[in-house]
């Protein structure tokens, strides 16, 4: 597999002199899906930012062979689309369609290619019917599922998701693991930010983690970093507190399918 | 023509008259099409329409915004007095003017920060600063039957009370004599 980003000593430090990254290094290959976990305010939707030329920081980052600078800022967004973490930011237009269209319709497509690719879109994410509804009045979980519409109707080969399953149902988080599963399916790179390590057992390649000094700490296959209670434990993504179970009450970490001795 | 009403004597004229006949059937149509308008026709393709009247773009976009993110505001707000009213106990006017003041700039702040947001996933989209839209009206012959139906029913409102007016007579005179 080919690499397709690249981040090398990338730094960025917030107007007000707060640092948001500290000596970000990483690969991503092309097709794999890498999940970057870490704690709140650790950085991972500033690096985000940084990818997607939002925010400037100090660093080399290269995307399908192109050094992300200000020239190639339009080719690079055409290939490599973002969801943001709350979907009332990304759907700002009156009507679901508008909003789904609104990509596509930028890239300079004819009007019935942008109906074919909203649609198309829209029926992955199992949203048919909703084109001429408005934003506002769709559920969360519809929202959430709306949002990545109005990325994938451009068709980019990478998908940058913010927390993408942060205040679903059960049932709206399942329905979301199936979408990025074919999205998985069909090939395009997909990196992740959250700090749910359900989503992370069930859909990552790879595994980035954050520390809490705003920088990776580790990176490796999906087994490996969650098989690693320590490394979880350190950097706040497991934790540990009294726990009962009938009559046993003990402290224990916390994590998804860890199965423990009473 | 003149009328008293106590001390009051008021001078009632033509031109008097027609103007106020004009005001009243000029804002009786605006509120007659205002509610056709609202009824039959989404925001969303009103705004569309404002856009093929070449009514400026910035403009219909700012609309466009107010419309979506106006009960997002409310809400914002709605939470914010609620986190207050949840933690008043009752204090001095001065105080809560403070504490009023404090809400209007988290407020703002807050709506700051989600343009800011918003405007980033436009970009990343590949807003250049123009509004497209997918959606195209065409003028069928359902359209074109409805607008003869209400220009037929305009002129026989307008013929009609013409008409009326013209029959009225005041102290056996027609009105406009007797004026």
Redesign the interface.
């Known amino acids: 597999m080919a690499r397709i980003i690249k981040v090398s000593k990338l730094n960025y430090r917030y107007p007000d002199g707060t640092i948001g990254l500290k000596d970000v290094s990483f690969e991503v290959e092309e097709g794999e899906t890498m999940v970057i976990i870490g704690a709140n305010g650790t950085g991972k939707s500033t690096l985000f930012m940084n990818l997607m030329g939002i925010l400037d920081g100090d660093g080399y980052i290269e995307v399908v062979g192109l050094m992300l600078n200000k020239t190639n800022l339009k080719d690079i967004r055409r290939g490599m689309g973002m969801v943001f973490q709350n979907p009332d930011d990304q759907l700002f237009c009156p009507t679901v369609m508008d909003d789904v269209s609104f990509g596509p319709l930028n890239l300079g497509l004819n009007a019935d290619q942008v109906t074919e690719a909203s649609q198309k879109a829209l029926a992955l994410v199992d949203l048919q019917g909703y084109e001429s509804r408005t934003s506002h009045h769709l559920s969360f979980g519809e929202k959430k599922r709306a949002a990545i519409a109005t990325v994938l109707s451009m068709n980019p080969g990478i998908l940058l998701l913010d927390e993408p399953t942060s205040g679903l149902d059960p049932r709206s988080v399942s329905k979301f693991i199936n979408i990025l599963y074919t999205l998985k399916s069909q090939g395009k790179t997909l990196l992740i930010v959250t700090h749910d390590l359900f989503l992370t057992q069930e859909i990552a390649d790879r595994v980035l983690v954050f520390s809490e000094e705003k920088k990776p700490v580790a990176v490796g296959d999906y087994k490996e970093i969650l098989n690693n209670y320590d490394l979880l434990l350190k950097n706040n993504l497991v934790h540990q507190h009294r726990h009962r179970h009938d009559e046993v009450v003990h402290d224990h970490e916390h994590r998804h399918g860890y199965i423990h001795e009473h | 023509m003149s009328l008293e009403i106590g001390n009051w004597k008021f001078d009632i004229t033509y031109e008097g008259v027609w103007t106020f006949l004009n005001i009243i059937v000029k804002s009786t149509l605006s509120i007659f099409l205002l509610v056709t308008a609202t009824s039959t026709t989404?925001?969303?393709d009103f705004?569309k329409g404002l856009d093929m009247l070449r009514v400026p773009r910035l403009l219909v976009m700012i609309m466009?915004?107010m419309?979506?993110?106006i009960?997002?505001l409310i809400d914002e707000a709605r939470r914010l007095m609620r986190a207050r009213s949840l933690r008043y106990f009752g204090s001095r006017y001065k105080e809560q003017f403070r504490v009023i003041g404090y809400m209007i700039g988290v407020l703002f702040i807050r709506t700051f920060e989600?343009a800011e947001?918003?405007y980033?996933?436009?970009?990343?989209?590949?807003?250049?600063g123009e509004a497209?839209?997918?959606?195209?009206f065409r003028f069928s012959y359902m359209d074109i039957l409805f607008m003869v139906g209400i220009i037929v029913s305009l002129v026989c409102i307008v013929s009609g009370l013409v008409h009326k007016i013209e029959h009225i007579r005041v102290s056996g005179a027609h009105l406009w004599q007797g004026l």
């Not at chain 2, 980033?120 to 250049?128: E, T, V």
Request: no cysteine.
């Open positions: 989404t925001f969303p705004l466009s915004f419309y979506r993110y009960f997002v989600r947001r918003i980033s996933a436009m970009i990343i989209r590949g807003f250049s497209l839209s997918v959606k195209r």
